[in-house]
């Protein structure tokens, strides 16, 4: 019987019934004759790795200062969001209605606007803007106060005369460039944003057979930046039809 020792784990086991260590499957080579069976080597355990703690670097004297800055600027966001947030899902009281006459400056949000008066345009009938069975009405406006928020939200003014429907603004630039040659320059309420003052005129195209242009509606909301914008108030103007 040759009997070994194995050199990886150091188990003895008889080398004739396996060649192969029966603990840790190494193969262990037998002695030569006379040669006396080896010691097994000690096992080295296996050796845990050093862990490298890094130092966390201190922050200095004007970083420290500047913490207590950001933190306000943070809750300072948050609050302005949670405000409009509100603004938009809480109920508020209903929109009032307010009359104006012709000529009477009123206050729309950062605007003053004055309705100077009205007339009609007459358009050639071979010009590319006429539209057969309309005329073509401009209202005068004179605006100040103007300057561009993202807060405020405007809507477009319309006519409403007392039967039918509401008639929206025109804002179309081909019908704008064309009424410079009537000495009409057509505006909107966002060119109040960036022209300060404004003065030009709101253009409406009236079907003929109508006999009362009804009230001019200037609509304002209350500023922020809600989801959905809040009318606040809604602006009224007389609009007598003018003499043909």
Not at 189 to 209: N, R, S, Y
């Amino acid at each position: 019987m040759r009997k070994v020792r194995c050199h990886h784990c150091g188990k003895g086991y008889n080398y004739d019934q396996d060649e192969f260590c029966p603990k840790c499957g190494a193969f262990n080579p037998p002695p030569k004759p006379g040669q006396p069976v080896q010691a097994a080597r000690p096992v080295q355990p296996a050796q845990r790795p050093t862990l490298k703690v890094c130092s966390t670097p201190e922050l200095s004297a004007g970083n420290r200062q500047l913490l207590p800055l950001l933190g306000l600027i943070l809750v300072g966001v948050i609050a302005l969001w949670l405000l409009s947030y509100f603004s938009s899902v809480l109920p508020f009281g209903e929109p009032e209605t307010v009359l104006h006459a012709l000529e009477e400056p009123f206050q729309v949000n950062d605007l003053t606007i004055t309705i100077d008066g009205v007339a009609w345009v007459p358009l050639d009938p071979e010009s590319s803007v006429y539209r057969p069975g309309y005329r073509c009405l401009a209202v005068s406006v004179w605006i100040t106060g103007g300057a561009y928020r993202e807060d405020l939200h405007m809507d477009t003014p319309m006519l409403a005369p007392l039967e039918g429907d509401s008639i929206p603004l025109e804002d179309d630039p081909l019908l704008t460039r064309k009424l410079k040659e009537y000495d009409i320059y057509s505006v909107s309420l966002w060119d109040a944003l960036w022209e300060d003052p404004l003065m030009g005129e709101f253009v409406f195209f009236v079907p003929e057979e109508a006999d009362d242009l009804g009230m001019l509606l200037i609509e304002e909301y209350a500023p922020g930046l809600m989801q959905k914008p809040r009318l606040r108030t809604t602006h009224q103007v007389m609009i007598i039809p003018p003499e043909e």
